[in-house]
Structures are given as C-alpha cells and as structure tokens.
C-alpha cells in the first residue's frame, strides 16, 4: 500500500452498502480542524490547514485520488469544520477502505463541485450583474431569462449567487437535468418570506415536479395545492432537495434543511422536459437568489460509514514477519537527481526502482545507512525509493524512508536499535563530491507494505538536535508567500541549511524554524519555513 507523497498524516475510514454496488457515488463527511470541532465526523488533531485546503482522499491504494468539494466551512480556528462532499469510485457490499490525508503546508486547492458531482454550479463565475445567460459556469442557461443574473448581494459558500429579481413576467432559471430516478438535485434558496410568490419545478416528458412559496409558506401542486406546514426561513439560506424520484409512479420526496417535509405527488403536465427551472416574483421589490445547484446520484438504500482510524503518520512496527536474507551489498543504493532548475538536455537512465538525472552540471545522490554500532553490528547502506523529513532546532525532528523490496529485511531488523541516516551528495563531472548528513533520527518504527505485484519497507524515527545558527541565501526559489508576517518559500535542495539558520531569499532574510524534505524518483522538494 502506498503513501500519498507531500502528506504528513492520514485516517482510514470503509464504506460498504447493504445490497448493490454504486460506482461514482457522492457521500458527505464533516471534518474538523481538530478534537475540539463539534458535530465533525473525523477529525484532524490539529494538523491541518484552518482553510482545509490540504485534505485529499484517496482510493484503498493510498495513492489514487478521489474527487470532493468543500461545500462550506464553519467555526473559529483551531475548532473548524469543513463540509465535505466525496466521490467514491466504487462501494460494494464488502466494506472497501479509503483514505483522508492532510498535513501539507504547500498543497493548492483541488475541490472542485464540478468533478465530483453529476451537475454543479456554485455561480462562482462572472461579476455583479452578469446575464445568466452568460453560462459562464458548467451549466448552459435558458433564454429568455428576464433579468435572472449573477449576484454578489448574497452568497451561501463563495461570494456569488444567482440572483432572480422582480419582473412583471416573472424571472427566471431554466437549465437541462435529466429526469431519474436514481439521482437527488438540491440547491441553496434566499429571499425574504414576505416575498409574495415564488416557484420550481422539474419534469420529464409527461410529470413535473411543482413547488410554490407563497409569503414564505411551502406548499407543492399535482393539480391542486397541498400545504406542507413549513415555511422558509426570513432572509436566511435554506437547503431544497428532492429526493426518492419515481417517475412512473409521479411521487418525490421534499426536504427542507435535511427535514422530509412531503412525500408528494407530480402533476400530469409535459412542460418543463428534463428541466430544472425556477422563478421569481411579479411583485415590485421582490428578490430571491439560488446557489450551489447539485444533480448527484442518490439511493434510497445508501452506502454506511464504519469506523474511522487512528491518526496515521506512517509508523507501524514490525512483528512476526518471515525475514528474507540480507543480500551483498550493491553499488546503486541510493536516489540519483539534478535539480530541475539546473536541467539542461537531461537523459532519463533508469537503473532498477531508481531514477537517475544526468547533466553537465553535476548529480545530486541521497544516500541511507543505518547504523549497527548499538547492536554489535556493522552500519547497513540501504537502498531508498524515496524519503521525508521535517527537521526543526530543538524540537523532535521526523525522518521517514522508503527500502523498496524485502531483500534488507533482515538486516534491518538486526539494527533496530540503530540511527537512520540520509546523506546528500553533490558528484561534479570531474569526479569530486560534497556529502552531508541531511538528518540522522533514532530509528523507532518499521514497516512492511505488500502488494499484489511488489514490496516495500518504510523506516522513521525522531530525534532531537540543535545546531548552531549561521546565515545563509537560498538559490532556485519556485514558490515564495508570507501568511501572517511569516514567510515560507520552496526552492532547490541546499546542503549546508539547517533548522534556526537566517536565511535569505530575494532581499528578505527569515528564520528557518521548519524545513520540510520530500524526495523520490524524479521528485525533489525543500521547503523552508517561518513558525
């Protein structure tokens, strides 16, 4: 099983449903920034970022990702909670696990309502006023519209809604759905209740859907008027989801705000074909504004969470596993790369699991050795897929490597009261070479990932050091921003930086409180960071 590289934490969590598989299918989760986040399904322990914008989830591989849209985020940090919405690929009637990741300060911003569900549009398009005929999003609006546009008077999630003022003949929202069964639309609803009326429907060939909100009174029409009982809120968002669609039969299911307020019954009318329309007032200063319209799958029947796990960092010990004889020892254990910043007509060599840069500038070589010393042993150089390390002054640093295959296994268990150590190496064409120890850590914990078609060992530990500040200009800076006065910037892999060393990038000199390393083949990451 793999790791998502960048991450620092994860939790699993399985899914199964009673009876069927779905493929493609939404789910909501809230999660909370940490323990102290009410009402959150899972929580982050304090890891993540307050804008939620580190989460992935991933398939049972740990490595696939999976689609999801951040739906809105409450509460004061460090105790928010983020409403999420994922789509997994595939929920059967044994329990499947997936993943949630987080923990990583550089991450960009990947929800996206469009790839997760079957039709969205939060309105996060155009500017104040825009036509919403425009379409700017991924919904093709109907013309003639009678004013209907994009708004930034009010807004649910983003700061735009779709906005449906007055109009003698009504304004108006139509846009192609398809109308089955096996699906749920919702949408987010805004207006006053003295609004003196307004309405939605949707329909296929032969029935429609029909809702009126009547001085903020809800009630649905099959040829004649039924009262729900429930009203919208005053100047408040409301949440409309029709559910439980059964299009032969003509009946629905309304909820408002999660609430089953009728289970009701279409009109005979061929109007509104696979459609989704609403209106607005023909009353003199009436507004309403619709946002977040989502078209997803949707059971009767759905999918059940189990229980989520742990909190993840990577460790997992080793116990009563068959170990495999220590091989000799190879001339190719280690990751080979050339800063891509200094790339000029590289060649790609490939040389068992490792991929090696050559260039005209020089190579750079990440080495590993554990030591053997505390054990009555020799030091063990070990092959590594890939690494990573947050290494602070003073305070416990973290170092995780990746052995690919089983052939060390027991040599490693043999020094597992060793230190782990990665070395970095600078080869010149003329021969000469600089090394240095990046980190060295107590190895603490090992772990073995098997797959259907390879193998791995994954080694980490912690240790706590300081070293002497010094003063010291980084070079290849690809990312550089400053949140709260601090500053954090990614550039090309330096030797000699360390934890509580001045350095300075463009002019502006910092303290590097956190240096955080990600390496594997054909990935090479220094990110150094202000606390």
Avoid at 22 to 39: D, F, H, R
Avoid at 200 to 216: H, L, Q, S, Y
Avoid at 427 to 448: F, H, K, M, N, Q
């Amino acid at each position: 099983m793999g790791w998502l590289i960048g991450w620092t934490y994860r939790k699993s969590v399985s899914l199964s449903r009673s009876s069927g598989a779905v493929t493609n299918y939404p789910m909501k989760v809230l999660v909370g920034e940490s323990s102290g986040a009410s009402g959150s399904d899972v929580h982050c322990e304090g890891h993540c970022l307050s804008s939620f914008n580190d989460l992935r989830f991933t398939k049972s591989d740990g490595t696939t990702l999976l689609d999801y849209w951040i739906e809105s985020v409450t509460g004061t940090s460090p105790n928010r909670v983020a409403t999420v919405w994922v789509k997994f690929d595939s929920i059967g009637t044994s329990a499947i696990t997936f993943y949630l990741y987080y923990e990583n300060s550089g991450a960009s911003v990947v929800s996206s309502g469009v790839n997760t569900f079957t039709r969205f549009d939060d309105y996060e398009w155009g500017s104040d006023g825009t036509d919403l005929a425009a379409s700017g999003g991924s919904i093709t609006y109907q013309t003639p519209n009678n004013g209907s546009a994009i708004s930034t008077d009010h807004a649910y999630g983003g700061t735009r809604s779709a906005k449906l003022p007055y109009h003698a003949d009504y304004s108006y929202l139509g846009c192609s759905i398809t109308a089955v069964d096996a699906m749920a639309l919702s949408f987010r609803w805004y207006s006053a209740q003295a609004v003196n009326y307004t309405c939605f429907a949707f329909g296929n060939a032969t029935k429609r859907i029909w809702v009126d909100i009547v001085e903020g009174s809800i009630s649905y029409w099959d040829g004649s008027s039924h009262d729900t009982g429930h009203d919208i809120g005053d100047a408040a968002w409301d949440l409309f989801e029709v559910k439980n669609t059964d299009w032969a039969a003509g009946t629905y299911s309304l909820y408002l705000n999660g609430t089953l307020i009728a289970d009701g019954i279409m009109e005979t009318s061929s109007d509104s074909e696979d459609t989704f329309q609403a209106w607005g007032s023909d009353t003199s200063g009436d507004t309403v504004w619709l946002d977040n319209l989502v078209v997803r799958s949707w059971q009767s029947v759905e999918p059940s969470w189990g229980a989520w796990g742990a909190e993840d960092d990577g460790s997992v010990s080793l116990s009563g596993i068959a170990l495999a004889a220590s091989p000799a020892l190879s001339t190719a254990l280690e990751i080979d790369l050339l800063p891509p910043a200094l790339a000029v007509s590289s060649a790609l060599r490939l040389e068992g699991n490792l991929a090696v840069f050559v260039d005209q500038n020089y190579q750079i070589t990440y080495r590993c050795l554990l030591t053997g010393a505390a054990d009555g042993l020799s030091d063990q150089v070990l092959p590594i897929s890939s690494f990573q390390g947050r290494f602070r002054s003073g305070d416990p640093s973290f170092l995780s490597v990746v052995v690919p295959g089983l052939d060390y296994a027991e040599a490693i268990n043999a020094r597992s009261s060793g230190n782990l150590i990665v070395f970095m190496v600078k080869t010149y064409p003329a021969g000469g070479s600089i090394s240095e120890a990046i980190c060295t850590v107590d190895l603490e914990d090992i772990r073995l990932d098997e797959g259907t078609s390879s193998a791995s060992i994954a080694l980490s530990g912690h240790r706590t050091e300081s070293w002497p500040a010094k003063s010291i200009s980084l070079s290849g800076v690809s990312y550089r921003c400053v949140t709260n006065g601090m500053f954090r910037c990614r550039c090309v892999p330096d030797l000699y930086v360390r934890p509580g060393d001045t350095v300075e990038v463009n002019g502006d000199s910092f303290t590097a409180d956190l240096i955080t390393w990600t390496v594997g083949a054909g990935i090479e990451s220094m990110e150094v960071s202000e606390e």
